[in-house]
Each structure stands twice: as structure tokens, then as C-alpha cells.
């Protein structure tokens, strides 16, 4: 079955230290991928997107993802968090648009990002 | 100016209630969704629609439906209401319909949610 994993449930970050957020797909083919984030209360903010070309794709807030084929994977990344990047992150992934199901996007299960001083 | 906004933000009603949760988006968009965010903000399509097609996600029951007054707008009506059915509630739009067959990159736009709890 089609399914967009975020391995880590909870991550803890030094403020000032360096991110990285997991995320892996599984699709017969490469789907456009996607990260979001959602502050306490608050909607979903696009960070970035990748749909083809160049595999490392710069976003909003400073983030980047890398797209790697080999792994089925599309981390994100940060080189050095603030306290305001404290908020659930999530992957999400167009599906292929087969089976019956709603066009839009799949998210993982989200990772919730907390931010210490 | 809010892009995609919804109303009510927060709705408590009981067990067995019919209720409506509106949305609006002045994007211009031909396209928009619903989501469910559970206890757990697990988040989940249920339905896409734009003037051609509603597309409902087949594990959401025949109680919840959407109704399109126009094309900025997507309301979602909840019949008999269920405990389970508390959640956050977000609408969204796109340009086009988002989706690989589709060949739509357009990113898609999310309004700030509505928490539906249910006593």
C-alpha cells in the first residue's frame, strides 16, 4: 500500500543545533513531495516542495529537503533551529491518483519538534 | 487579506446534532478540499472537489457531506453526529486539482482549521 512514514514521533533540538526530520515513502513511482508545518493552533504552512530537477530544494525559514531515489526518502533539514521552529512538521506526498481515492495529499503522521534552550 | 478562511474556529455540539463548518477562499482557485487532523493529528483527505468532480475518500461515512454554493466556497455538513467524529477540521485549495495523473504541481493553500468537539 501506498504510505508516507515519519519515523520519529518526538524530537528534541538544542536551540542553535542542527535539524534533521526523517521521512520515507513508499509508491511505485516517484510522487511530488512536500513538507508542512503547523504551529500550536495554528494551519498548515507549505516549507517546501519538490516535484522534479535538482534534488535539494530550498524553502521558506531557512529549511531545505533532499530528495534521494535510492532511499525513498525526503528529509528535511536545518543547520541551526531557533526557538520559534517549535511546531509539528509534516511530510506529504501527492498519491499516484489511482485506486478511487480523494486527489490531494497524504501526509505522514507528523513529528513534533521541541525546541530547548 | 486571509486566503483560505473557515468558520466557525472552535464548535461543540452533542452527539447526534447536524452541524455545517464553512469555507471560503478568495484565491481564485478551481479547486478545494477537506481534511480531518485527529486526537492523534493524524491528517487525512476526505474529500476533493472542483466544478467538474467531487472526489470522497471512501473510508469517510455517507454522514458528512460537502456543498458547493460557488466556486470560493466549500462547506462541509455533518450529520448525526458521533464522539469520533471530534477533530480539527481543515479546508484547502488549489489551483488546479492537485495530483500526479493530473500533472498539477500547484501547492495547495490551507485554511487555520476548525476543532469540532463532540459531547
Known amino acids: 500500500a501506498q504510505s508516507v512514514t515519519q519515523p520519529d514521533i518526538h524530537i528534541t533540538v538544542s536551540e542553535g543545533a542542527s535539524l534533521e526530520l526523517r521521512c520515507n515513502y513508499s509508491?511505485?513511482?516517484?510522487?511530488?513531495l512536500f513538507w508542512y508545518v503547523q504551529s500550536p493552533g495554528q494551519g498548515l504552512q507549505l516549507l517546501l516542495k519538490?516535484?522534479?530537477?535538482?534534488?535539494l530544494v530550498q524553502g521558506i525559514k531557512g529549511f531545505e529537503a533532499e530528495f534521494k531515489r535510492s532511499q525513498s526518502s525526503f528529509n528535511l533539514r536545518k543547520p541551526s533551529v531557533h526557538w520559534s521552529d517549535a511546531a509539528e512538521y509534516f511530510c506529504?506526498?501527492?498519491?499516484?491518483?489511482?485506486?478511487?481515492?480523494?486527489?490531494?495529499?497524504?501526509f505522514g503522521k507528523g513529528t513534533h519538534l521541541i525546541i530547548q534552550p | 487579506d486571509t486566503a483560505v478562511s473557515q468558520t466557525p474556529k472552535y464548535l461543540v455540539t452533542q452527539m447526534g446534532n447536524d452541524k455545517s463548518i464553512k469555507c471560503e477562499q478568495n484565491?481564485?482557485?478551481?479547486?478545494m478540499y477537506w481534511y480531518k487532523q485527529d486526537s492523534k493529528k493524524f491528517l487525512k483527505i476526505m474529500f476533493s472537489?472542483?466544478?467538474?468532480?467531487?472526489?470522497i475518500n471512501e473510508t469517510v461515512p455517507n454522514r458528512f457531506s460537502p456543498k458547493s454554493p460557488d466556486k470560493a466556497h466549500l462547506n462541509l455538513h455533518i450529520n448525526s453526529l458521533e464522539l469520533g467524529d471530534s477533530a480539527v477540521y481543515f479546508c484547502?485549495?488549489?489551483?488546479?486539482?492537485?495530483?500526479?495523473?493530473?500533472?498539477?504541481?500547484?501547492?495547495?493553500?490551507f485554511g487555520p482549521g476548525t476543532r469540532l468537539t463532540v459531547l
Open positions: 484547502a485549495s488549489s489551483q488546479t486539482t492537485l495530483g500526479v495523473t493530473s500533472g498539477s504541481t500547484d501547492t495547495q493553500y
Open positions: 509508491y511505485g513511482a516517484t510522487p511530488y
Open positions: 519538490y516535484f522534479s530537477g535538482d534534488t
Open positions: 506529504a506526498v501527492v498519491p499516484t491518483g489511482s485506486g478511487g481515492g480523494a486527489d490531494g495529499l497524504t
Open positions: 484565491l481564485g482557485h478551481d479547486t
Open positions: 472537489y472542483n466544478n467538474k468532480e467531487l472526489i
